[in-house]
């Protein structure tokens, strides 16, 4: 059973465009949502995340946004930059008890990013 | 600062054989995960351990196990080896057990496993 699901393997955008990469989730303990990107022959790097009790999180170029009664949740990237062509990952966490951390990562299947120049 | 270190970064490994993967986590974090990515699909949960205990096991079977030492590092080992098992081997640390928002756990970059 996918809980969390990435649907669309590649996305190619012209430079300078935006780069939208969407992400949907089944279960409904997970509390928190990342954004991994990750270069061949590398880790998964983290890139921004979001609490479920928010619906926007901005970080620079990069903004997440989450539907939590769709469990849908996005990567917006403005302007996309050649830079950014890589392999994004949704994953996510349920929170301990008290709410204030994180536990083990659930991933999508991930988004080949290709930014053209 | 050194990130997390993973070794071998590649081998090869014939059916039936076993494999041990190492980890170094970050200095100060005494939690690593291990997560197993198979071409084309995301990383999936193995194992956390913390403090040397285990604190998490994901759905994978008996033949593969791991521990973690004193000095944090940790080790995963993999037995009677399936060509199934051909994956990349990524290793996760973080200070604590949980992870805090906005940092997530860092991952190193990898063990590429192939079993012939």
């Known amino acids: 059973d996918q809980q969390v699901k990435q649907n669309s393997p590649s996305l190619s955008v012209q430079e300078g465009r935006i780069s939208i990469l969407n992400c949907d989730y089944t279960?409904?303990?997970?509390?928190?949502f990342l954004w991994y990107k990750k270069y061949p022959a590398e880790g998964p790097t983290f890139l921004i995340s979001?609490?479920?009790?928010?619906d926007k999180n901005e970080d620079g170029r990069f903004t997440v946004f989450l539907n939590k009664s769709a469990k849908h949740l996005s990567l917006h990237i403005v302007p996309s930059q050649p830079g950014d062509s890589a392999v994004y990952f949704c994953a996510a966490s349920p929170a301990n008890a008290g709410g204030t951390s994180y536990g083990k990562l659930t991933f999508g299947q991930g988004t080949i990013l290709t930014v053209h120049p | 600062d050194a990130g997390v270190t993973q070794s071998p970064t590649h081998l090869i490994k014939t059916r039936g054989q076993h494999v041990t993967l190492r980890c170094s986590p970050i200095?100060?974090?005494?939690?690593v995960s291990w997560y197993q990515q198979v071409l084309g699909q995301g990383p999936q949960f193995i194992f956390q351990y913390y403090e040397k205990e285990e604190r998490g096991r994901g759905n994978f079977p008996d033949r593969f196990s791991a521990r973690q030492f004193p000095n944090y590092s940790s080790e995963l080992n993999v037995n009677a080896l399936l060509l199934g098992d051909s994956a990349l081997y990524l290793c996760?640390?973080?200070?604590?057990?949980?992870?805090?928002?906005?940092?997530?756990?860092?991952f190193g970059s990898g063990t590429r496993l192939t079993v012939v």
């Open positions: 279960n409904s303990m997970f509390d928190y």
């Open positions: 979001i609490s479920s009790i928010k």
């Open positions: 200095s100060g974090h005494k939690s």
């Open positions: 996760a640390s973080s200070k604590e057990v949980h992870f805090r928002a906005n940092y997530g756990y860092t």
